[in-house]
Each structure stands twice: as structure tokens, then as C-alpha cells.
């Protein structure tokens, strides 16, 4: 076979072959899209469940928030109500208690006439101390702080009293007994306080401030 022959048959397998590359790439191409297609779908699908379920999980919560919270307000209406029973049911017993005192104080009023002074001051005390034992029993404690040092939580100092016979911030009197009631303060003692005896408008404990002559005889 002669050069020139070869040299042909060369040129047309290498055209041949390059007609044939771009059909390749379009059957590339053509297989490649709906794979591609296919992928876009899917994760779509993907995203649509997620929202589905990130939806249902919503609405289950939104159903549990509705349900707690109406036990919650049932819960803090029973708690208020047993509460108010609990209150009730003191104070009826409280109030059991002092029925008695009431009945002794009508006696005494209706007898006040036909007893002399002194049957009716007895009386009187025997009501007092009924009361006092009842209050008593509910837990009620007088402060009757007499000669003891002012205490500013449970004293209230209406007077005050220039006395040397007391120290200073010592109550000297009480003019009205204060009372607690377990941990709570119903009424401070109303007291008077002594106070130092003042010297020429200075009060004790300071010193006397120097006068002229003393003050150049020190420079």
C-alpha cells in the first residue's frame, strides 16, 4: 500500500473519530440530567417530610403546653380553695374559743347590778384571763418589756424620760404591753425611754465644748 493511501485512511478514522466524540457527549449529557433531576426531587421530598414532622412535633407540643397549663390553673384553684378552707376552719376554731369569753361578759353585765363592786371586779379578772388563756392557746405572747434595754423591733418609744436612775435607753415604763404571734409582731410595746440627763444643752456622754480662754491657754 503506498504512503499517500495510508496517509488517507488516517485522516478519515481521525475525522471519523471526532464526529463520534461530540455524540458521546451528548449521551453523556443525556444520562447525567435525570440523574441530576432525580437528586433535586429527592431532597425536595426530603424537605417536605422534615417540615411534616417538624410540624406534628409542633402541634404535639402546642397540645402538651394546653394540657399543663389547664392543670396548672386547676392546680392553683384547689390550692387557693383548701386555703380558704384551712383559714375558715381556724378561724371558726379561733372564734370557738372566745364564744365562752362572750358569755361570761353578757353574766356579768346582767348581774352587775344585783353583785356589789368587788364581786364584779373578780368577775371581771376571771373574764380577763379566760381571754387570755384562749389567745394564749393560738399562740399569742405578750412583751411587756419593762427595765429591759429598748429593742427598736418590738418597742415603740412614745416618751422620752430624763432619769438617772436608769441607763440610758432603758425602758423605764410601759404604757401599752406589746404582743407577737408566733414569728409575727401584731402590736409593739409602747414604752418610755430614759435618756441621760442633759448639761447645759449637751446631752450625756459628750464632752463640754472648751471656752475661750481655755482654747488660747492650749494654743
Known amino acids: 500500500m503506498r504512503e499517500d493511501d495510508e496517509q488517507k485512511i488516517n485522516g478519515d478514522q481521525v475525522r471519523t473519530g471526532e464526529a463520534e466524540a461530540p455524540a458521546r457527549q451528548d449521551e453523556a449529557a443525556a444520562v447525567t440530567a435525570p440523574s441530576e433531576e432525580g437528586a433535586a426531587e429527592n431532597e425536595q421530598k426530603t424537605i417536605l417530610e422534615e417540615m411534616d414532622r417538624l410540624r406534628t412535633e409542633m402541634d404535639d407540643l402546642k397540645e402538651l403546653y394546653l394540657r399543663k397549663l389547664a392543670e396548672f390553673?386547676?392546680?392553683?384553684?384547689?390550692?387557693?380553695?383548701?386555703?380558704?378552707?384551712?383559714?375558715?376552719?381556724?378561724?371558726?376554731?379561733?372564734?370557738?374559743?372566745?364564744?365562752?369569753?362572750?358569755?361570761?361578759?353578757?353574766?356579768?353585765?346582767?348581774?352587775?347590778?344585783?353583785?356589789?363592786?368587788?364581786?364584779?371586779?373578780?368577775?371581771?379578772?376571771?373574764?380577763?384571763?379566760?381571754?387570755?388563756?384562749?389567745?394564749?392557746?393560738?399562740?399569742?405572747?405578750?412583751?411587756?418589756?419593762?427595765n429591759e434595754k429598748f429593742d427598736p423591733v418590738y418597742h415603740e418609744a412614745v416618751q422620752r424620760v430624763e432619769d438617772s436612775g436608769h441607763a440610758p435607753e432603758q425602758v423605764v415604763s410601759v404604757l401599752a404591753k406589746g404582743y407577737t404571734l408566733g414569728k409575727h409582731l401584731v402590736r409593739p410595746a409602747m414604752v418610755a425611754v430614759a435618756v441621760g440627763p442633759e448639761n447645759g444643752g449637751q446631752k450625756a456622754g459628750e464632752a463640754p465644748e472648751a471656752d475661750a480662754g481655755e482654747s488660747e491657754e492650749r494654743t
Not at 386555703?83 to 378561724?91: H, T, W, Y
Not at 376554731?93 to 356589789?116: C, I, K, T, W, Y
Open 73 to 146: 390553673d386547676n392546680f392553683r384553684k384547689r390550692v387557693e380553695r383548701e386555703r380558704e378552707e384551712i383559714r375558715e376552719k381556724v378561724s371558726a376554731d379561733f372564734v370557738r374559743e372566745l364564744v365562752p369569753v362572750l358569755d361570761n361578759f353578757e353574766r356579768a353585765l346582767q348581774h352587775a347590778d344585783e353583785s356589789g363592786f368587788d364581786a364584779f371586779r373578780e368577775g371581771v379578772e376571771l373574764i380577763a384571763k379566760q381571754l387570755w388563756d384562749a389567745l394564749s392557746r393560738q399562740g399569742l405572747k405578750r412583751l411587756d418589756p419593762l
